[in-house]
């Protein structure tokens, strides 16, 4: 990493052009200065934020290069600061960008340097979604916490601000300043396939308060937190990925039930809010998504709600967005609904000139690019970016992955692991009865980084224990042979824990859960994604949710299991009934204790 000396000469230059001193925001004349100083393509690229593939910013492998030829007409990140100026880069796991703490640092530096070695250099707002859970860009080692929906089970504001402000401080040290978390939707629909348990519950007012607990952590850590995704995502079927979602909330739906969590951000200060790519005909019939409508992105957004931070879109790589228009004016229309970022285009090139052509043929202004591009660095200022954008190794030893971290994550996670179902006080169990026990279920791919799989940490967990845990993976589909496998090998064991993920009424994780049960040993079931999986599976005696696979809530659940913690976690959604969804089997605020 570079030197003290080389930080301070590398950004001595326009430190000095911005001096903004300790105010909440930067002396926007200044800023208006350096605007006025840029040529109009750096000007566009500063709307951008890009993917970039590699984990060096000059030296990446050659399969990354090839594949940033590929996609970007680039080498490097360093190139594509060189051709395009964006004004952020998005750190993804699959890019390998996030291989562990050292090479990120490394990265973070290598970009902010080729940035600000070029003429009129400025830092580079480095961002990526850590909303911890099932959606996580950086693992182990640093600190991972519970996910949005198990925070939301522990109920806990203390909680959710301790987890932005130690995950913020993390991905400071990483020279991560940007996070697009926290999820700020409403999850009412069990049957949305993109939000779920990302989200903290199905009520506005406990969404709101941990949405707002949550984004002051983020901000005593010096880190943008994101609230995602305006104007709501929790109440659909479709994933925006891959269609376009319509959500027929009236306007006074929307105001109940999506809005509040966005509004409680607002005041808590957020820094930047991010768009869906969902239709919400109450709000604009027009037929447009929202991160491309000016009624909702300026009149509700930034008029009626009175925000004037950054607004980031969705992805533009997602359907949702590409359904109506091309890509060359999806970028244009954004920018003329009201956003300020343009998140990793699918084609660059593409819409970075669909831009710069706006502008030149007089469809957007000059001057509307400014205000987009004041905003940006405002944050870049607030975030410290002009006077220290570089990190250092020291900061990642002394940050990132430390015992205290660690240690405040299992005890949230402790709080969050949600008891439904325990029938003749079947738990906890305990060695001294049930010494051998079978771990089985879903192994669902890793979602953060962490050890996995799922069946393999459980059963790790409860060894350290006291018991004699023996792992072995049924899938999310077992086949009738693989079941047949798990109930020869329950007939061994003194009692069963099987891991459920995403159970519906055709799944043949209830034909395996029903053959363990008929062998007559204990069986204990933990949901390791959507709580809902317990309404299909009604004979099961013992019921935990533990709202994902990760090892920290896996290692909360163990504990659970084993009494060595009661359960605390408290149902922040309702699960209907399977064979009549109209009816509610457990209530939010449902969860047992193993008290008398």
């Known amino acids: 990493m570079p030197s003290r000396r080389t930080v301070l000469a590398a950004t001595a230059g326009v430190a000095a052009a911005l001096a903004v001193g300790g105010t909440a925001h930067a002396d926007d004349r200044k800023l208006r200065s350096l605007i006025s100083r840029m040529t109009l393509q750096e000007k566009v690229g500063q709307l951008f934020v890009m993917r970039v593939y590699g984990h060096s910013a000059t030296a990446p ?47 973070s530096n290598g970009i902010q340097k080729a940035s600000l070695d070029l003429p009129r250099g400025l830092p580079v707002l480095i961002s990526t979604d850590q909303e911890h859970g099932i959606v ?6 640093a600190t991972l916490f519970p996910g949005a929906m198990a925070v939301g089970a522990g109920g806990s504001t203390a909680d959710a601000r301790t987890l932005g402000r130690i995950a913020g401080k993390e991905l400071r040290a990483l020279g991560i300043r940007q996070n697009y978390s926290p999820v700020a939707d409403v999850n009412v629909n069990p049957a949305n396939p993109v939000i779920g348990v990302r989200s903290f519950g199905s009520q506005p007012a406990a969404v709101s308060r ?54 409680a951000a607002i005041a808590a200060g957020i820094d930047s809010i991010m768009t869906a790519h969902i239709m919400v005909p109450a709000l604009d019939d027009s037929g447009d998504p929202a991160t491309l ?116 994550a299992d005890r949230i996670a402790e709080r969050t692991t949600t008891l439904l179902v325990n029938e003749g006080g079947l738990l906890p169990l305990s060695p001294a009865g049930t010494k051998k026990l079978l771990v089985v279920g879903a192994d669902p791919a890793s979602p953060s980084g962490t050890t996995g799989p799922p069946t393999g940490v459980l059963a790790g967990a409860l060894t350290e224990l006291g018991f004699t845990a ?30 459920t993920y995403n159970v519906t009424a055709a799944s043949s994780q209830k034909t395996l859960v029903t053959e363990l049960l008929a062998t007559g040993k204990p069986v204990v079931a933990v949901a390791i994604r959507n709580p809902y999986d317990v309404a ?36 922040p959604v309702p699960v209907q009934r399977a064979d009549d969804p109209g009816r509610v089997l457990y209530p939010v605020g449902h969860g047992l204790s193993y008290r008398a």
Request: net charge negative; aromatic share 6%; glycine share 10%.
């Open 470 to 499: 023996t792992a072995l993976s049924t899938g999310t589909a077992p086949s009738a042979a693989v079941i047949a496998r798990a109930v020869a090998a329950a007939q061994e064991a003194d009692a069963v824990v099987v891991g």
């Open 293 to 408: 409508s000016h009624p909702i992105l300026t009149g509700i957004l930034r008029e009626e709600l009175g925000y004037d931070g950054v607004v980031v879109t969705d992805s533009l790589g997602m359907e949702g967005v590409r359904t109506k228009y091309g890509d060359d004016r999806v970028p244009v229309l954004a920018l003329k609904a009201g956003v300020d970022q343009l998140l990793n285009p699918p084609n660059l090139d593409v819409a970075w000139n669909a831009v710069l052509k706006a502008v030149r043929d007089g469809e957007l202004t000059e001057a509307r690019l400014d205000r987009s591009i004041l905003r940006v660095l405002r944050l870049k200022a607030r975030l410290g970016l002009f006077t220290d954008p570089y990190v250092t190794h020291r900061g990642v030893d002394r940050t990132v992955g430390i015992g205290a971290h660690l240690r405040a």
């Open 136 to 141: 996580a860009r950086v693992g182990e080692p």
């Open 536 to 571: 299909h599976l009604p004979a099961v005696k013992g019921y935990l949710a533990a709202y994902s696979w990760t090892d920290v809530e896996l290692r909360a659940a163990a504990r659970v299991i084993a009494g060595a913690v009661g359960p605390r976690g408290k149902l």
């Open 210 to 263: 941990l949405v707002a607990a949550e984004v002051t952590g983020y901000e005593h850590a010096s880190v943008a937190a994101t609230a995602k995704h305006f104007p709501g995502h929790g109440d659909t079927e479709v994933d925006s990925h891959y269609g376009f979602p319509v959500i027929n909330h009236t306007r006074a739906q929307w105001e109940e039930l999506d809005a509040p969590p966005f509004r």
């Open 61 to 107: 492998d050659q399969a990354d290069i090839d594949a940033n030829l590929k996609e970007i007409g680039v080498r490097t990140a360093a190139e594509l600061l060189a051709k395009y100026r964006v004004g952020g880069i998005i750190y993804f796991a699959w890019a390998h960008n996030t291989r562990d703490p050292h090479q990120i640092a490394g990265l």
